[in-house]
């Protein structure tokens, strides 16, 4: 696994090379995580695939350079190109996990007829959660959200009242106290919902773009997992002529080393 660096404009974008296959493959992760975590599928893939794992802005070593800016799709585009241009790439997979669907589902959009095949891991961007609707529309829950930064038992008083009411599960409730706990967690859930925010994609689109390009999508969950879930997923998946779809014995959290396990077992 080696470490390098893209400097576009004010951004600078981090990401790992792994593996040394003929096919190439980029890779976007969960929230709170970098490009080293799928370092087990990487291991899994390594005679098959070349991947390409990018931090994702205020995640990892990638910086984004105009916090005060939303990352639009057509930034995101001319990154790629960079990226693309210097690494020498004319056609790829996907693979995404958790928040690193809604960059999987973008570039998607944005390169079609380059794309081979995606591999979605429990992906957000498919069904938008309620925090996020919250967080990042209208302006008023916008501002709100800021200030839990600076004035964290804002945001404990509302998980503990929409637990209590029984509208949150137990899993997840615990999952966003970790994500909340300290400054630096909860700046970067606050810049992590509103820079990406236009990273949104119609899941009707979506299917067309998979559909016309025959493209290859394989989806992974867990059967524990509460955050991402199939009813969620079948918004797109029932608009897919094919799909693969597996579901393993795990939560939200341990989906990436039970897909390596996985596919080890399948080689």
């Given amino acids: 696994m080696t470490s390098h660096f893209l400097t576009y404009e004010d951004h600078v974008i981090h990401y790992y090379k792994m593996g040394n296959g003929i096919k190439t493959k980029l890779a976007f992760h969960g929230f709170g995580l970098d490009g080293s975590s799928f370092k087990p599928i990487a291991d899994s893939w390594s005679n098959v695939y070349t991947i390409y794992s990018f931090d994702l802005f205020y995640h990892g070593k990638s910086h984004w350079g105009e916090p005060n800016n939303k990352l639009t799709k057509q930034q995101w585009q001319k990154i790629l190109q960079a990226f693309f241009q210097k690494e020498k790439i004319n056609d790829f997979s996907l693979m995404a996990f958790s928040l690193g669907g809604k960059f999987a589902l973008t570039t998607l959009e944005l390169f079609p007829h380059k794309i081979k095949e995606i591999t979605f891991i429990a992906p957000d961007g498919i069904k938008t959660q309620m925090w996020y609707n919250l967080a990042t529309y209208p302006l008023i829950f916008q501002n709100y959200f800021k200030t839990m930064i600076v004035k964290p038992n804002r945001f404990f008083k509302i998980l503990n009242l929409v637990k209590s009411i029984g509208l949150l599960d137990k899993s997840i409730s615990k999952f966003a106290a970790s994500q909340m706990n300290s400054a630096r967690k909860r700046r970067r859930v606050y810049y992590s919902w509103v820079i990406f925010k236009d990273l949104k994609s119609d899941m009707k689109y979506i299917g067309k773009l998979v559909n016309t390009h025959n493209i290859e999508v394989t989806m ?32 939200h959290n341990n989906l990436i080393p039970h897909v390596a396990a996985f596919l080890r077992q399948i080689e």
């Fill in 220 to 251: 992974f969950l867990g059967s524990y997992d509460k955050i991402i879930t199939e009813e969620g997923m079948n918004k797109l998946l029932h608009k897919l002529k094919d799909y693969d779809l597996h579901t393993l014995e795990c939560g």
